[in-house]
Each structure stands twice: as structure tokens, then as C-alpha cells.
């Protein structure tokens, strides 16, 4: 697979117009660029990511540290940043999934893999997060659901496929990183991605 930019755990609201993008025909890589865009972040925003702690109101908000810092995250993913091995970032992190997600029912499916890759940390930021996103990918099996989708030319507009995707949206705040919603919901996330009605988020 080859690599592209994706931001740090992105949030849900990313991999939604990311998936939407694929289902149209754009590759992996213009898929992820155009769901930038639609989401409206600033470039510091692809070394961070959302947890919701207790309420839409209240937040974490976890940032990779780049060497050269906040001058060299507004630069962007594609200007190559490297990771600055400053503090404690790693055990910081990986505390903060394990607070947040360490109870749900699908967690162990994939924080082990997100424990290690963050633990045995990639020079570059591009890498990082390109790794992390294909955890996420393997677990929904997202690449062969949209070739499947492809070419079959299926319609997942049923009724009770709709209606268990927006029993999902309920609880989701698509702003929030998507490991938040995935360790709920594990594979069956698909349906909610696929299925929400403009407006719907």
C-alpha cells in the first residue's frame, strides 16, 4: 500500500469523507486530500487528535511533538516533519486510549497494535500516522468493502442497514478521534460511515 498523509488517529468526520471520496473512484491519496479540505483544519492539525472526556464539552486534545515545533507543524505533513523525542509524549498518549477506551468492547482488537507502533515511534510524522491508519483499515476491512461495493455496484441504502448506521451517529462526535467510536462498535462502524444522510453529522 503505498503511503499518504493522514492526520494523527484521524477523527471520524476525516475517514467519512475519506471513504466517500473512494466509493467516487479517487485513490487512497486524493481521497485523503480532499477530506482535509472538506474537514477545514489548519496544517498543525496532522500531528493531532481528539478525545472526548466525559461531554462534547470536554475534550483532550493530543499533539505529536515536531522538531522545530509549532513553526514546523504549520508547514504540514508533506513538508516531511520528523518527531521530536522530547518528553514523554509516547506514555502520555497511550495512557490517555487507555482511560478513554480501555473498558470498551473491541479495544483489544487494536489498541495492542496503536501501543506498539506509537512505542516504537517512526522518524517522520507521515509514517506514524500512515501506520496508524492502517489499523484502522484492517479492522473495518474498509479497502475490500469499497472494492466489493465497486463491483458489485451494491446498494447499501437498506432500511435496516440506514437505520443501525444512524443508531451509531447518535453517540459519535465526529470531531473525536475514530478509535473512540471503533472501540464501541468495532467492524460494524462500516455501517455509519457508509450510510449517514447529508446533515447527518
Known amino acids: 500500500m503505498t503511503e499518504y498523509g493522514v492526520p494523527y488517529l484521524a477523527s471520524f468526520s476525516w475517514y467519512l469523507y475519506w471513504i466517500r471520496c473512494r466509493l467516487a473512484g479517487l485513490t487512497p491519496s486524493e481521497s485523503a486530500e480532499t477530506a482535509w479540505r472538506q474537514c477545514n483544519q489548519k496544517p498543525r492539525e496532522w500531528s493531532r487528535t481528539v478525545l472526548e472526556i466525559g461531554g462534547e464539552d470536554s475534550v483532550l486534545r493530543l499533539t505529536v511533538p515536531l522538531v522545530g515545533g509549532a513553526s514546523t507543524a504549520k508547514k504540514g505533513i508533506y513538508a516531511n516533519p520528523e518527531i521530536s523525542d ?16 480501555g ?9 495492542p497494535e496503536i501501543r506498539n507502533i506509537t512505542s516504537t515511534t517512526p522518524e517522520k ?3 506514524l500516522n500512515f501506520k496508524l491508519h492502517k489499523v484502522v483499515l484492517e479492522l473495518m476491512d474498509i479497502e475490500n468493502i469499497i472494492q466489493f461495493i465497486g463491483k458489485k455496484k451494491k446498494n447499501l441504502h437498506k432500511k435496516a442497514v440506514i437505520e443501525t448506521g444512524e443508531e451509531m ?6 470531531e473525536e478521534s475514530i478509535v473512540v467510536p471503533l472501540s464501541h462498535f468495532g467492524p460494524r462502524l462500516i455501517l455509519s460511515l ?7 453529522y
Open 194 to 200: 457508509l450510510n449517514l444522510k447529508e446533515g447527518n
Open 125 to 127: 510524522l507521515i509514517d
Open 169 to 174: 451517529m447518535k453517540t459519535i462526535n465526529p
Open 103 to 111: 473498558h470498551t468492547p473491541y479495544s483489544s482488537y487494536f489498541m
Open 86 to 101: 522530547h518528553g514523554d509524549w509516547q506514555r502520555l498518549h497511550i495512557g490517555a486510549l487507555n482511560a478513554v477506551l
